[in-house]
């Protein structure tokens, strides 16, 4: 996002639907701002004011044993992370800051980012993403009027689930001033299960395995070239619970990998430290363009070999579901290549050039835009927060 | 006060014949049922207080059929209430006097199971248990168990968001839904979702999980399924007071044991189950706990050991441990049993779905006897204790002039209870038109028309399934109007629907 000087700064909810409404009436577009962590994502964005959303910081409500959390929006993602682990508990979809992706020093992302752009880390495939995790949030619409949607307790089903809707709507629909998230214990222990050798399709098996296993296997990537391990391929296997469970989880893996090259397992802060790194896919450096690709896991090899890809361009999260590619060729092959493969691939990081060309967002087929353009008219009626960005 | 349906259109009950035939172009055969008998079992749900037969069934096989049926009926501005198997408890499928209730069980057919990326590919009106059981020769399961899964169908657990006992580990129908193909109203055919778990764009797929069946018509649902765990063991404690039991939990959550299920049940409700089904309640206590873990066996055993602990310190009064599946099942079978428990106690009884904050539990209980003593009618609390959802069963007699009022009267007293302490109208059950008029008890007037407005993004016409989760309907032209300076819509290059 790149912007005008112009910014606005409301502090209290009122102030804040005052200045959406003020500008609607000087037909005014304006680029909701968080920390700032994802400004280099989507089409630089020129032509609107910025609304900074930073005021709308802190804790509101935090009960542990009620595994809810309600702070305001823009309350740094560090400081809900370091709240929530001095209590034992943690956001249990694991959410990144995107900072460090783009040479940023990290600690700006807030948690309203998070929700905004749908953010979720390598515990997403065992225990769900950004939305469902959203229980309740206020919010200031596109008409400057003020509303909530969801609840503040973990089960509910009253009304539609505008929570869902929040998630991922990248700044589209509403400014969100308080966001209410469900909490969950943090696992005493944690420990990742290492196999080194593996091609891609057998690592892309191992993992399904592990996955249909008992194992409740918490994370699963692969990493094609791996600087630390002399350019050899590493699978890893995230196990986290209680010291007993783990034992007897950890031996239900060692059946499936016994042939195989099994490294020593990690634990700890190296174990945080790696998927700390495949969160932001670190190993695949800033140089190049950066793309994330969600697809069925089983189909996941096929984007590399559409694209001929070498080892050190791809990563695989999500046990293959996820992956991020570093490649400096055509968008539109790279698109093509993903929806072959029954998925879609979102431009994380590019030069702005291609952004100016590229949209983030993977298109639409027509039926479902048109539908997603009439939802987001239900917002913003007018359009206010449509910066071009997306 | 009794719940008002939409009055019928006049000019469309004139055109019913007119109507059942062009349904007879699209469905043939016995598809399209008229007459009188037929449409007899479609006249409520388990919302069983309320009963209107529809103006005429139509029973589709294939997408396209509902796709051609919801065209006409838009067409012709005609209402459709979407039907799944009837098993809603807050009447989400009660039909209209001059509503085509289009019924979905002949989508009975599992189309795929992909053990690979843990999926399963169904029609909407495949049975709940239905799919756990296709997978579980491979040790798979589908992880939302609402306690009508034998009977409720995967479509009306799309529409309603259905949960069970197993929602504070493993979720609602929500979380575990990674696709649908939908059919708006205008007859068009979309999917949303697909095999992947990210989607990129609007969460539409979280919007449509949930809506009551008034957003559009699923005809396909991808779920994902999980990996049955090891095992699962079962601890049953009784307490001499609510407040132990509640603290109990409180204590195992913080201890950082997230239960399989964690099912609380006041001494009314252990006196009726076990007086129904006799395995070994004990009745001197105030509150029985079941606390089930599941997992690897080693896992189990561990935290078996630590909620034992836990429920000592809070004053448990016994503690069984279940060491089998007999065992375990048995400590389930009177919980599981509530409901036709109760059924004994009275001649109806009337379940109650609010969730509350946990810590609000004991507060909760006691006004709830108070209220119970003040409508003189007989009350029992089950509970999704790991999760804060309450069952109160009211009992009542509906024969008994009154009853039925003052039960409900004395239900919506809970559920506005339930929102003073911060919590919700529903926590699985849906709002329907059961909760429908006490909406505005949570939202505000702009937080309802924010939904409303919704629903006109994908229903502009307001004709599938009205009457339902919205206490005052608007028009989707009154309620898009917003008042612009000058009488100008800015940004003239932006299109408008």
Request: aromatic share 6%.
């Amino acid at each position: 996002m790149e912007t005008g000087t112009k910014s606005v700064k409301p502090t209290r909810a009122d102030e804040l639907a005052d200045a959406i409404a003020s500008a609607a009436r000087s037909s005014e577009r304006l680029a909701i701002r968080g920390g700032g962590s994802k400004d280099d994502i989507g089409r630089p964005v020129r032509a609107a004011a910025v609304l900074d959303m930073t005021g709308f910081a802190g804790v509101i409500d935090y009960d542990p044993p009620e595994l809810v959390l309600t702070v305001g929006a823009a309350t740094p993602l560090c400081e809900v992370d370091a709240l929530l682990a001095s209590r034992g508990q943690a956001l249990a979809f694991e959410p990144f800051d995107h900072g460090p992706i783009f040479g940023r020093a990290p600690g700006a992302a807030t948690i309203g980012g998070v929700i905004a752009a749908g953010v979720a880390g390598p515990r997403r495939l065992s225990q769900g993403a950004a939305r469902d995790h959203l229980l309740g949030f206020e919010a200031v619409s596109g008409r400057g009027e003020r509303f909530v949607g969801g609840g503040k307790v973990v089960k509910n089903v009253t009304g539609y689930d505008l929570p869902k809707l929040m998630t991922g709507s990248w700044g589209r629909l509403a400014a969100l001033t308080q966001v209410t998230l469900k909490v969950l214990p943090r696992a005493p222990m944690q420990l990742t299960k290492l196999v080194a050798g593996l091609e891609i399709p057998a690592a892309l098996r191992l993992m399904a395995k592990a996955m249909g296993s008992k194992a409740e296997v918490k994370a699963a990537a692969h990493i094609p070239w791996s600087a630390k391990h002399d350019g050899r391929s590493v699978t890893a296997l995230l196990l986290a619970g209680f010291p007993a469970s783990l034992e007897a989880r950890g031996r239900m893996i060692d059946a499936l990998i016994d042939t195989q090259e099994r490294l020593e397992p990690m634990e700890d802060a190296e174990c945080a430290a790696f998927w700390h790194d495949m969160a932001v896919a670190a190993s695949l450096g800033r140089a190049r363009p950066l793309w994330r690709i969600s697809v069925p896991a089983s189909r996941a090899a096929m984007i590399g070999e559409a694209l001929q890809l070498a080892p050190q361009d791809q990563l695989f999260d999500w046990a293959g579901g996820l992956v991020w590619i570093a490649y400096e060729g055509d968008a539109v092959r790279m698109r093509a290549a993903a929806e072959a493969a029954g998925g879609q691939a979102m431009l994380v990081r590019a030069p702005t050039a291609m952004r100016e060309n590229v949209p983030a967002l993977h298109p639409r087929l027509p039926g479902v835009a048109a539908l997603e353009e009439r939802v987001r008219r239900a917002f913003d009626p007018l359009g206010i927060f449509e910066t071009g960005r997306f | 006060m009794p719940i008002l349906m939409p009055e019928p259109d006049s000019h469309v009950l004139a055109r019913r014949s007119e109507i059942v035939s062009a349904l007879r172009t699209i469905v043939p055969g016995e598809g399209v049922v008229d007459h009188p008998d037929g449409l007899k079992p479609y006249e409520t749900d388990a919302f069983t207080a309320y009963r209107q037969p529809p103006m005429v069934v139509v029973l589709p096989e294939t997408t396209r059929q509902v796709a051609a049926v919801l065209r006409w009926c838009h067409d012709n501005a005609v209402k459709v209430v979407p039907r799944g198997s009837g098993t809603s408890l807050s009447g989400g499928a009660l039909p209209l006097a001059d509503a085509v209730l289009m019924g979905m069980a002949k989508f009975n057919r599992i189309l795929e199971i992909d053990y690979d990326d843990r999926f399963a590919v169904v029609q909407p009106g495949v049975t709940n248990l239905a799919v756990s059981q296709a997978v579980e020769d491979r040790g798979f399961y589908y992880a939302p168990d609402p306690s009508s899964q034998i009977a409720c169908s995967i479509g009306g657990n799309v529409a309603e968001n259905a949960g069970g006992v197993h929602c504070l580990k493993y979720g609602l129908t929500t979380n575990n839904v990674l696709g649908v193909e939908l059919v708006l109203m205008s007859g068009e055919i979309i999917r949303l979702g697909g095999r992947h778990l990210d989607c990129g764009g609007l969460d539409l797929l979280g919007v449509v999980v949930g809506s009551e069946g008034l957003l559009g018509v699923v005809t396909e649902v991808t779920v994902r399924i999980l990996p049955r765990p090891e095992t699962a063991r079962a601890l049953l404690i009784g307490f001499a007071t609510i407040g132990g039991a509640a603290q109990c939990v409180a204590d195992v959550i913080a201890a950082g044991i997230i239960p399989a299920g964690m099912e609380l049940m006041d001494r009314p409700a252990v006196h009726a189950a076990e007086a129904f089904v006799k395995v070994g309640y004990p009745l001197d206590v105030d509150a029985l706990l079941i606390v089930e873990l599941d997992g690897c066996a080693a896992e189990c055993e561990d935290l078996i050991a630590q909620v034992e602990g836990i429920a000592r310190a809070n004053g448990a009064v016994s503690v069984r441990i279940s060491h089998n599946e007999e065992e375990r099942l048995a400590f389930w079978a009177g919980r599981k049993a509530a409901f036709p428990a109760a059924g004994r106690l009275a001649a109806d009884f009337y379940c109650m779905d609010g969730t509350i904050p946990r810590r609000r539990l004991p507060d909760v209980l006691q006004e709830i006897r108070a209220l119970s003593e003040r409508y003189g009618l007989g009350v029992i609390n089950v509970f999704h204790a790991g999760d804060g959802n309450l069952h109160p069963l009211i009992l009542y007699d509906a024969n008994v002039p009154g009853e039925l009022e003052r039960a409900e009267a004395f239900g919506s007293d809970i559920l506005r209870l339930c929102v003073r302490v911060g919590g919700v109208l529903t926590g699985e059950h849906g709002v329907g038109i059961e909760k429908r008029d006490l909406m505005p008890e949570m939202f505000g007037e702009d937080d309802l028309k924010q939904q409303e407005r919704v629903k006109c993004a994908f229903d502009p016409a307001q004709l599938l399934n009205p009457g339902k989760v919205f206490p005052t309907l608007h028009r989707c032209a009154e309620l898009g109007r917003m008042h612009v300076h000058g009488g100008k819509l800015p940004f003239p290059d932006l299109p408008r629907f």
